[in-house]
Every structure is written in C-alpha cells, then in structure tokens.
C-alpha cells in the first residue's frame, strides 16, 4: 500500500519532490495482520520544460498525469509550487547568480585541466 505524503520543490533543482509511505502487511491464517513494516520514499519529478512563458495550468496537469503518486485533486496545490518554481528561474535568471556560480565553476575546471 502506498500513502501519499508531503509534496514540495527542490531546493535547488527545477522539480518537485514527491513524499511517500509504502506499507507492506503480511496477513496470518485467520486474515489478521501479522507483521507490517513502513518504508518512506520520495520520488523527485524534474520539471525541464519549465521557463518564464511555461503554461502552468497544462505542465501542473501534465506532471499528475504523469506521477502516479500525485492525486488528481493536488492539480492546484502543483500549479502552485510550478509559479514558485518559475518565480525562482526568473529571480535567478535576473540577478545572473545562478549564472556568475557556473562561470566560476567552469573556469576553475578549465584551469585544473589545463594543470594537468
């Protein structure tokens, strides 16, 4: 059995992180629960075609189309954090952080190669 739980964004990614339970029960002779053991999981949903003219309405329904684990009835509570997800990309696209940290990676990787 699986038990939805808590769905969010990535703290970094562009995605949305699925939380949930798998319950297995093992039942006796007589139907009764015997032994039942509790798992938590997360399933993370990458959200790569999302930008600043995304759709949010169509991607939220197509992400619970696709996720299995995500209730139709959480569409809205989807588009919600797909807005938060896209306010992001555009805050970090205008500030350019996101950008001048990949530079600096890029060129201190550059620089180790040519070390070497």
Do not use: F, M, W
């Not at 059995?1 to 769905?7: Q, R, Y």
Request: hydrophobic share 35%.
């Amino acid at each position: 059995k699986v038990i939805p739980g808590l769905i969010d964004v990535h703290p970094t990614d562009s995605a949305i992180i699925v939380n949930y339970t798998v319950q297995a029960t093992i039942l006796g002779d007589n139907g009764q629960p015997v032994v039942g053991d509790k798992k938590a999981a997360q399933k993370i949903v990458r959200v790569k075609s999302l930008n600043q003219n995304s759709d949010l309405a169509t991607l939220a329904q197509e992400v619970v189309s696709k996720c299995k684990l995500i209730h139709p009835s959480k569409t809205k509570s989807i588009e919600q954090l797909l807005y938060y997800l896209q306010q992001r990309l555009i805050n970090s696209g205008q500030n350019g952080s996101e950008n001048i940290i990949r530079k600096k990676l890029d060129d201190a990787r550059r620089h180790t190669d040519e070390a070497q």
